[in-house]
T-cell receptor, first 111, second 114 residues
Framework: AQSVTQPDIHITVSEGASLELRCNYSYGATPYLFWYVQSPGQGLQLLLKYFSGDTLVQGIKGFEAEFKRSQSSFNLRKPSVHWSDAAEYFCAVRAGNMLTFGGGTRLMVKP | NAGVMQNPRHLVRRRGQEARLRCSPMKGHSHVYWYRQLPEEGLKFMVYLQKENIIDESGMPKERFSAEFPKEGPSILRIQQVVRGDSAAYFC????????????FGPGTRLTVT
């Protein structure tokens, strides 16, 4: 069965520092992978997606993610974090008719 | 182009009452998905619908929960005889076609059962 693991429940970074959020997936076929961001009390906004092709994908708000098949990973990165990036981030994989989500990583940004 | 609309945003029900959650997909989208987010957890798939059809309800609890997406009007997620464990955020997402896997999410309905 498909699954998504986000090993870090909480991460705190200083404003201006770089960020990497980890995501590992388990899926038998070629995965379609997504990163979403959820601000407090809000819905989910799609940051970026990977379907095929170039394994480094660019998203909105300066985020990027790299698909590594050998490591079953799809880590999210940002070179310089802004205070407004504080939110919860979810990695997801398409599985049949649904998206399977990881448990989320809550990002806090220190001034 | 308005996004996915959900109402109400917050809903309080006493145990045993019924909860009705509504979702209007984005314009031009004919596929609707419902997910539930329990406190401190990720989203879990519940049901996938097209107009007048339930395509996949593998994530729906077997009892008390039902969903519909009529020819006209919003999709409805109905929870009968709510219990405290139903307290959660319920999110609706839509996509334009089955082959397009960008699901656009609404703001959610936060259900509190007292």
């Amino acid at each position: 069965a498909q699954s998504v693991t986000q090993p870090d429940i909480h991460i705190t970074v200083s404003e201006g520092a770089s960020l990497e959020l980890r995501c590992n997936y388990s899926y038998g076929a070629t995965p379609y992978l997504f990163w979403y961001v959820q601000s407090p009390g809000q819905g989910l906004q799609l940051l970026l997606k990977y379907f095929s092709g170039d394994t480094l994908v660019q998203g909105i708000k300066g985020f990027e993610a790299e698909f590594k098949r050998s490591q079953s990973s799809f880590n999210l990165r940002k070179p310089s974090v802004h205070w407004s990036d504080a939110a919860e981030y979810f990695c997801a994989v398409r599985a049949g008719n649904m998206l399977t989500f990881g448990g989320g990583t809550r990002l806090m940004v220190k001034p | 182009n308005a996004g996915v609309m959900q109402n109400p945003r917050h809903l309080v029900r006493r145990r045993g009452q019924e909860a009705r959650l509504r979702c209007s997909p984005m314009k031009g989208h004919s596929h609707v998905y419902w997910y539930r987010q329990l406190p401190e957890e990720g989203l879990k798939f519940m049901v996938y619908l097209q107009k007048e059809n339930i395509i996949d309800e593998s994530g729906m609890p077997k009892e008390r929960f039902s969903a519909e997406f009529p020819k006209e009007g919003p999709s409805i997620l109905r929870i009968q005889q709510v219990v405290r464990g139903d307290s959660a955020a319920y999110f609706c997402a839509s996509s334009p076609t089955r082959g397009v896997w960008e699901q656009y999410f609404g703001p959610g309905t936060r259900l509190t059962v007292t």
